[in-house]
């Protein structure tokens, strides 16, 4: 979803062919096309016209107004998305234990799958870490394997970090000692 916030006072927004345009003092300040929202968030004194909420409405962008201290929200909804029927959708396929298990191994098949390629063109371009590659492309290669046979989730969540695991150490060694980077770190800050 691609949502423009404005909280400039004492800008004028209007609309210009197909382009939100913000004008100050009467002079053109800005401009952003209108085709890639889907919500506008507005907060402060500013002016809209109502050419402007027609346009947004016609091409199904929403708008909020928060106003006051409290910034209590005010929504105009543009013609329905048909968001509730997306999002109970969304909810029921989440609760379908089949369903979860199935779309997450399809990801994580795809994710050992692209990081296998990886492996495998740097083996072809880094001689020099040619064992520890082999070794790491094996793996993911069984990883692969393994997830497609996982009964739950947690045995795939297993397998993808286990893939990880020798990803990162394939990574490692074809990067330069002086990087500091010795494989993969869950917590890079700590």
């Given at each position: 979803?691609?949502?423009?916030?404005?909280?400039?006072?004492?800008?004028?927004?209007?609309?210009?062919?197909?382009?939100?345009?913000?004008?100050?003092?009467?002079?053109?300040?800005?401009?952003?096309?209108?085709a890639?929202?889907?919500?506008?968030?507005?907060h402060?004194?500013?002016?809209?016209?109502?050419r402007?909420l027609?346009?947004?409405?016609?091409?199904?962008?929403?708008?909020?107004?928060?106003?006051?201290?409290?910034?209590?929200?005010?929504l105009?909804?543009?013609r329905?998305?048909?968001?509730?029927?997306?999002?109970?959708?969304?909810?029921r396929?989440?609760?379908d234990?089949?369903?979860?298990?199935?779309?997450?191994?399809?990801?994580?098949e795809?994710?050992?799958?692209a990081?296998?390629?990886?492996?495998?063109?740097?083996r072809?371009?880094?001689?020099?870490?040619?064992?520890?590659?082999?070794?790491a492309?094996?793996?993911?290669?069984?990883?692969?394997?393994?997830?497609?046979?996982?009964?739950?989730?947690?045995?795939?969540?297993g397998?993808?970090?286990?893939a990880?695991?020798?990803?990162?150490?394939?990574?490692?060694?074809?990067?330069?000692?002086?990087l500091g980077?010795?494989?993969?770190?869950r917590?890079?800050?700590?």
């Open positions: 979803m691609s949502c423009l916030y404005v909280d400039r006072r004492g800008v004028d927004l209007r609309v210009d062919g197909g382009a939100l345009v913000f004008y100050e003092n009467g002079e053109r300040i800005g401009a952003v096309p209108l890639p929202l889907e919500r506008v968030v507005v402060g004194d500013m002016t809209l016209q109502a402007l027609g346009q947004l409405g016609e091409r199904g962008v929403g708008v909020v107004v928060l106003s006051g201290r409290k910034h209590t929200p005010t105009l909804m543009a329905p998305h048909q968001d509730a029927r997306r999002r109970l959708t969304q909810l396929l989440a609760q234990g089949a369903f979860c298990l199935s779309y997450a191994r399809e990801l994580i795809a994710k050992l799958a990081q296998a390629r990886h492996v495998h063109q740097l072809e371009r880094r001689p020099t870490a040619r064992q520890p590659l082999t070794h492309l094996a793996a993911l290669e069984r990883g692969q394997q393994a997830a497609t046979g996982c009964a739950d989730l947690a045995a795939l969540r397998v993808e970090s286990a990880a695991v020798q990803y990162f150490a394939a990574l490692a060694a074809c990067l330069p000692a002086r980077f010795a494989g993969r770190n917590h890079p800050l700590c």
